[in-house]
C-alpha cells in the first residue's frame, strides 16, 4: 500500500506564509509528478502547483510569483512554501502523487487526506 501524509496547513493572517509537507510512504519503486491541488468550499478542486522527478514545475496564474514547490526525491516528499498569502487562497489544500509500486505495477495517482489552510483578511 502507499500513503501520502500531509502537514503544515493551519490559520494565518493575510500577508503571511505557510508551508505545506506531504510524504510518500509504502511500497514505492518510483515517484512521478508530485503536486498540490486546493479545494474551497463551492468550488471545484484546481490545481496550484506541480514538479516532475527532473524538477520540472507548473504553477498556475494565481500562485506564480508567491508559491514555490520543491522536493526531496530521496524522502519521496514533496513542499510547498506559501508566501504573502491572500483570504482567497483559503481552501483544502491535497496533495498529489503518481506512483510505481514495482516494476509490474502501473503508475497510478494517489491523494492525501487534505490539510486545511485558512487566511483571515
Known amino acids: 500500500q502507499v500513503q501520502l501524509v500531509e502537514s503544515g496547513g493551519g490559520l494565518v493572517q493575510a500577508g503571511g506564509s505557510l508551508r505545506l509537507s506531504c510524504a510518500a510512504s509504502?511500497?514505492?519503486?518510483?515517484?512521478?509528478?508530485m503536486g498540490w491541488y486546493r479545494q474551497a468550499p463551492g468550488k471545484q478542486r484546481e490545481l496550484v502547483a506541480t514538479?516532475?522527478?527532473?524538477?520540472?514545475?507548473n504553477y498556475v496564474d494565481s500562485v506564480k510569483g508567491r508559491f514555490t514547490i520543491s522536493r526531496d526525491n530521496a524522502k519521496n516528499t514533496v513542499y510547498l512554501q506559501m508566501n504573502s498569502l491572500k483570504p482567497e487562497d483559503t481552501a483544502l489544500y491535497y496533495c498529489?502523487?503518481?506512483?510505481?509500486?514495482?516494476?509490474?505495477?502501473?503508475?497510478?495517482?494517489?491523494w492525501g487526506q487534505g490539510t486545511q489552510v485558512t487566511v483571515s483578511s
Open positions: 498529489n502523487a503518481n506512483i510505481q509500486r514495482g516494476t509490474a505495477y502501473p503508475l497510478t495517482n494517489y
Open positions: 509504502g511500497t514505492i519503486f518510483r515517484v512521478n509528478i
Open positions: 514538479i516532475s522527478s527532473r524538477g520540472n514545475i
